[in-house]
């Protein structure tokens, strides 16, 4: 069960309209079962638009077209499908009448581009849109389904899943996809694909494994192919299980969840309180950890101690200690973690300090070094890690690394 994506508009190739018609098609084909192996996009140019349909695969069962079905002369796919289905346009009087009404209950009159939208190639079936003009074609030639869409998201989603999504669920229902995302920390995509290339090798054929990292977290998705789902998802648990032996330390959630949703979640049901201090990450853990609903069962505040000052005169932070060894330095982050846990009584506390760049690095401490600290009853603990010169990226991984920092902790239950 193979599909394809063909999506038609200027305005695509520009980068003036982000293509979200191909992603969210190719999710709900990919939840029907199909096996979505292209996506083209091309201009609204007649020959283009022949060009794309003439280079499908033989071997694909469904091809989905969004795009030049509008009223204005840009608009030229009906054409080009009437060229390639040897075939010619006609007016539908259903769809003449329905956009006559339309325009009428809106109290507009019916001009030549409204009539237009009526007509529809000879060769196809009319898929009806109740809630725009143009209307959805589709066609069959050679064991193949063509489905013609209007580009405008909601008439798409409208047809395809008033129309298309039903039949295509009818006529191809023997092949089950399912995909199980398992998020992993601290490890880079080379690194952890070396980790588990035995554990890839060893997986059933009929199940695939990909890495998608963004920022340090690593989402390692599983898609599985059957026909049986509780088969192939007892297939899939069990792969997750071996996985979860080879790489325990990394995985923090087997579900797509960020990392301070999880962490929140720990501190919840550990019934713990947190609070950061935060220097080079300018109150970004705060922020990431109060997006999350909920956040006030656990988290206190913040002290965004940035400059030396307000580490000193706010935190408690010595002076002779910062002097002593720079503000990027174990000793201080020590510090800020353990006055910060006090002035703001809590179980546990987050902080951080380092250079964020693309400025202000040496060569002991090179741009992109962070030190971070958590702080419990029980102990202090620090970490340094050295990432790379973008100061937005930085920030980022430094805030995610001491979350994850953090989650560690408190599953050592290191502060009871
Ligand atoms: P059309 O059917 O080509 O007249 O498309 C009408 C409008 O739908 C365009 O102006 C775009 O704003 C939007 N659109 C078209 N194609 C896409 C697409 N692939 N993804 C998102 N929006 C789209
Ligand atoms: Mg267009």
Not at 164 to 182: A, D, G, T, Y
Request: one cysteine or more; hydrophobic letters at 40%.
């Amino acid at each position: 069960m193979k599909a394809e994506i063909i999506t038609i508009g200027d305005e695509l190739l520009i980068g003036q309209t982000v293509d979200t018609n191909s992603a969210w098609i190719g999710s709900e084909l990919s939840k029907a079962g199909f096996d979505v192996t292209r996506s083209t996009s091309v201009h609204d140019k007649h020959k283009d638009i022949v060009t794309a349909l003439n280079q499908i695969s033989a071997k694909t069962d469904v091809i989905l077209i969004t795009g030049g079905l509008g009223p204005t002369s840009d608009d030229i796919t009906k054409p080009a499908l009437c060229e390639f289905f040897k075939t010619r346009l006609i007016t539908s009087s259903k769809v003449l009448s329905r956009i006559e009404n339309m325009i009428s209950r809106r109290g507009f009159t019916m001009n030549d581009n409204n009539r237009r939208q009526a007509d529809v190639p000879e060769a196809c079936r009319v898929l009806e849109n109740l809630i725009g003009t143009a209307p959805g074609m589709w066609f069959e030639k050679g064991g193949t389904i063509f489905i013609s869409l209007p580009g405008v998201p909601p008439e798409m989603k409208y047809i395809m899943t008033e129309h298309v999504l039903p039949e295509l669920n009818k006529r191809f229902k023997s092949q089950i996809i399912i995909h199980r995302n398992i998020m992993t920390f601290g490890s880079y995509e080379a690194k952890l694909a070396e980790i588990l290339s035995d554990f890839e090798a060893s997986l059933p054929q009929n199940i695939k494994l990909a890495y998608l990292p963004s920022m340090g977290v690593i989402k390692l998705r599983f898609t599985g192919t059957g026909s049986n789902r509780a088969a192939l998802t007892e297939l899939i648990d069990k792969q997750i299980v071996k996985l979860n032996k080879i790489i325990p330390d990394l995985i923090f959630a087997k579900e797509e969840e960020p990392l301070e949703k999880v962490t929140g979640r720990l501190l919840k049901e550990n019934n713990l309180t947190l609070c950061t201090a935060e220097s080079c990450t300018g109150g970004r853990i705060a922020q990431m950890i109060t997006s999350v609903p909920g956040s006030s069962d656990y988290f206190k505040g913040s002290v965004i101690a940035y400059d030396n000052t307000i580490k000193i005169k706010l935190l408690g932070v010595s002076e002779e200690i910062i002097e002593k060894n720079g503000a990027v330095s174990e000793q201080v982050v020590r510090n800020m973690a353990e006055k910060a846990r006090n002035l703001l009584d809590t179980d546990f506390s987050v902080a951080t300090s380092g250079i964020a760049g693309p400025d202000g690095g040496t060569d002991e401490k090179p741009v992109g070094t962070v030190w971070i600290a958590v702080a419990s009853e029980k102990e202090t603990i620090a970490e340094r890690f050295v990432f790379g010169n973008d100061r937005k990226i930085n920030i980022e991984r430094f805030s995610l690394t001491a979350l994850n920092l953090l989650r560690k902790q408190i599953i050592n239950k290191k502060m009871v």
